[in-house]
């Protein structure tokens, strides 16, 4: 009979600075795969405290990349203590409408466009880049958003 596996430690979280990486394949679960991974990653470096803003920050961002475009996605999380940068990189050069500017607020009764102003309210700092071209076609864009961990705070905040 299997055993279930041991409860997982959570390492407290660290001043070293790291980085992770996610390939994601034009498929329409790579939202959840991107937010499962970025909250893995967070609790075993003992970051729960911003796990709910990026897991739902993450999935806004690849979730666009999905919906608006054929090609592959990547999703960068980056610690520097005290702070998470989380960059989702897609093969469109076309930045969203109001990117690093004023933008329309959606109607009512609209269904899209809510995406940035989640990323108005919940991150401390984001913006995005388009990345030019190359010789083998459009280098595309990264979409990207800040959060600022609290010193003293590491696991304080309950994940949602």
């Given amino acids: 009979m299997l055993q279930p596996p041991p ?8 001043t070293e600075p790291w980085q992770y990486e996610l390939l994601l394949p034009s498929d329409l679960r790579g939202p959840r795969v991107a937010r499962s991974t970025v909250r893995a ?5 003992g970051l729960e405290q911003l796990s709910y803003r990026a897991a739902l920050l993450t999935t806004e961002l690849v979730t666009n990349s999905v919906r608006y475009t ?14 998470l940068r ?8 076309d930045l969203p409408p109001g990117c690093g500017g004023p933008r ?7 269904e899209t466009g809510r995406g940035l102003l989640l990323l108005d309210v919940y991150a401390d700092r984001w913006g995005g880049c388009a990345l030019g071209s190359t010789p083998w076609g459009s280098g595309g864009k990264t979409i990207w958003f800040e959060l600022h961990a609290k010193e003293g705070e590491e696991g304080a905040e309950e994940d949602r």
């Fill in 7 to 14: 409860p997982l430690t959570v390492v407290p979280a660290v």
């Fill in 41 to 45: 990653v967070l609790l075993h470096h």
């Fill in 70 to 83: 054929e090609g592959p996605a990547s999703v960068r999380v980056t610690w520097r203590s005290p702070e």
């Fill in 86 to 93: 989380v960059s989702v990189w897609d093969t469109s050069p």
């Fill in 104 to 110: 329309p607020l959606p109607s009512a009764d609209s």
